[in-house]
């Protein structure tokens, strides 16, 4: 079953614009990770951010993380073409050692 | 510093024979986990190993197993493939026993089942 959910599904924007995409997931979690896939490819490690800590910027990405609404969300600024992509967060539950993913929150920037 | 290699990166399988995908971890990394990610899905967990055994599990059948080698490499083996196995089957490598650090994933082996 899916720990996580990407909120929303699907998301088209124009170049310059900002993305914003949202997780939640069900559990308690020692960290979440966000990763990007472009077509069908292998994940790209964008951040990650441990229960402690509630946001964490990186380049033109930011991350916030609620424990208390088990949410998180990814802000892209400045979008650009190259953007495009599927992103997904993963959580790791207290006690395992596998990242549960989402379905996904698809991304097309235009140019 | 090379990432995460998976090989092959495609590969066509007739039902009921058997794979095997291949996985070199991130340099400096000692732990691998494996993948599989349905079309249109995000990746479910099938397994992680550390020190050469399988610490952890997901809900997949006995028919998928696998090895870790003393240079941390790993191996993927799926036995009696079915139609439902064609996916892409993801590497991930992460450092340290705790599991509470970054993962990094390779570019994934494209498994065709037919």
């Known amino acids: 079953s899916q720990q996580g959910e990407e909120d929303p599904q699907a998301l088209s924007i124009q170049e310059g614009e900002n993305a914003t995409m949202n997780c939640s997931y069900k559990?308690?979690?020692?960290?979440l990770q966000w990763y990007r896939q472009n077509s069908g490819r292998g994940l790209v490690h964008l951040i990650l951010i441990r229960s402690n800590e509630r946001e964490k910027h990186s380049g033109r990405l930011r991350v916030t993380l609620d424990t208390s609404k088990k949410s998180s969300s990814l802000l892209i600024t400045a979008s650009r073409a190259a953007d495009t992509a599927s992103y997904f967060c993963a959580t790791a539950p207290p006690g395992t050692y596998k990242y549960i993913f989402g379905t996904g929150t698809r991304l097309k920037v235009l140019a | 510093d090379a990432g995460v290699t998976q090989s092959p990166t495609h590969l066509i399988k007739t039902r009921g024979q058997q794979v095997t995908l291949r996985c070199s971890p991130k340099s400096g990394h000692d732990t691998v986990s494996w993948y599989q990610q349905a079309l249109g899905q995000g990746p479910q967990f099938i397994f992680q190993?550390?020190?050469?055994?399988?610490?952890q599990r997901g809900n997949f059948p006995d028919r998928f197993s696998g090895h870790q080698f003393p240079n941390y490499s790993s191996e993927l083996n799926v036995n009696a493939l079915l139609l439902g196995d064609s996916a892409l089957y993801l590497c991930?490598?992460?450092?340290?026993?705790?599991?509470?650090?970054?993962?990094?994933f390779g570019q994934g082996t494209r498994l065709t089942v037919v």
């Open positions: 991930a490598s992460s450092f340290g026993r705790s599991g509470n650090t970054e993962a990094f």
């Open positions: 559990t308690s979690i020692n960290n």
């Open positions: 190993y550390y020190e050469e055994e399988e610490r």
